[in-house]
């Protein structure tokens, strides 16, 4: 259990399935992704790794260039969070159609580089796509590859796993049937429903930002109030990427008109006339989880004041802890925020994964 397992992370974003690896003990050696912005904020934050940027639909190349940055280094494990994209069906055994090529990429590296397990985390629709055909699809090709893989039954909820929001999501984990490997089974949850982590629990000791807009780099004006806002602030002395938005009065008044934990149904009619999809004039419930954060900020709402949550607020029920600065402009912070898998939610499945790990490495000597 004490080994440290390398690993590289495709599709990497900001870094939040690297951050939980990197909490679960793992030794992370590069990060790789096409987007600037979430680069630099990997680099700046995932301390010891290579923040690469690379074309993953150009697997050879890419591939080439990660083999020549990281040296002889051996790969352990690769760990991926591909968007899904254009899925097509073309055959039981066949993921290589043209507009699956996001996958096919983590299928190459996978091949390349033989690492002992992976990691795939993917939206829940993936389980039901095509009936199920495209999940047992990439089944089916890491099986072919040597690989044990399992698949949660159901998309696995982040509350459950102590992240203060419900976003589900599913994952494929496979290990190495040649070294010995068996099938993984996923961590249990260590919460109920009754027991979730709410918005206020999560967020209540950040500044509330009433008469400013914050800054970039702030002080903490109180102390933690609960044992969630502990952890998130365990590494941190000062608040990044608490910044506020500048809404109009009219704005703010609408706002103002959502109870708490309700959404444009709440309004009178003329009333929020602008926004009426499912999502729209939504305000957090501050005894309960947030909704899923997206990439974007102008949706949902605070569960106390008339704004959008900040950066820091949406990172925090994501469960990055707050010396993870976000870097590049305020839409790209909230971009990478939105795109990252729950770094506490990555903790637990890393953790149980180096379980399995271990176990394998002391019965086969691996």
């Given at each position: ?29 590069a990060?790789?992704?096409f ?37 002889n ?15 097509s ?41 095509y ?29 459950d ?59 903490y ?19 990044y ?18 109870p ?70 305020k ?36």
């Amino acid at each position: 259990m004490n080994k440290k397992y390398t690993v590289i992370d495709l599709f990497s974003g900001a870094g939040g399935l690297s951050q939980g690896f990197v909490q679960a003990g793992y030794d992370l050696l590069a990060g790789v992704d096409f987007d600037d912005a979430a680069l630099r904020t990997y680099a700046h934050n995932i301390k010891g790794a290579k923040a690469l940027k690379e074309d993953l639909f150009n697997e050879e190349k890419s591939i080439k260039d990660i083999e020549s940055e990281l040296g002889n280094k051996e790969i352990d494990v690769i760990i991926a969070g591909p968007p899904c994209q254009g899925f097509s069906l073309t055959g039981a055994r066949d993921i290589n159609d043209s507009r699956n090529k996001l996958y096919v990429a983590v299928v190459h590296a996978v091949k390349h580089f033989q690492p002992k397990a992976f990691l795939i985390e993917n939206v829940p629709g993936m389980a039901t796509l095509y009936k199920g055909l495209v999940k047992q699809q990439i089944i089916n090709t890491f099986e072919d590859l040597g690989y044990a893989v399992s698949v949660t039954d159901k998309p696995l909820l982040a509350a459950d796993y102590g992240v203060p929001q419900i976003r589900k999501r599913m994952f494929f984990v496979g290990f190495k049937k040649d070294l010995g490997y068996d099938y993984f089974k996923f961590p249990k949850p260590i919460l109920d429903a009754n027991h979730h982590i709410g918005t206020a629990a999560a967020i209540s000791d950040l500044p509330p930002l009433v008469d400013t807009l914050g800054e970039n780099v702030m002080e903490y004006t109180c102390e933690p109030q609960t044992e969630y806002q502990k952890l998130m602030r365990k590494n941190s002395k000062l608040i990044y990427n608490h910044v506020g938005t500048k809404h109009t009065d009219e704005v703010k008044w609408v706002i103002s008109q959502v109870p708490e934990g309700g959404n444009h149904k709440d309004l009178l009619p003329g009333v929020g006339e602008s926004r009426k999809f499912n999502e729209a004039w939504t305000r957090y419930h501050s005894q309960k989880p947030s909704k899923t954060i997206d990439t974007g900020h102008r949706n949902h709402f605070h569960y106390k004041w008339n704004r959008v949550p900040t950066v820091r607020e949406n990172a925090r029920l994501q469960s990055f802890p707050d010396d993870f600065e976000f870097l590049g402009t305020k839409t790209q912070q909230n971009r990478q925020v939105g795109n990252a898998v729950p770094p506490l939610l990555a903790q637990a499945i890393g953790e149980k994964m180096k379980e399995h790990l271990a176990i394998k490495n002391k019965m086969f000597q691996v």
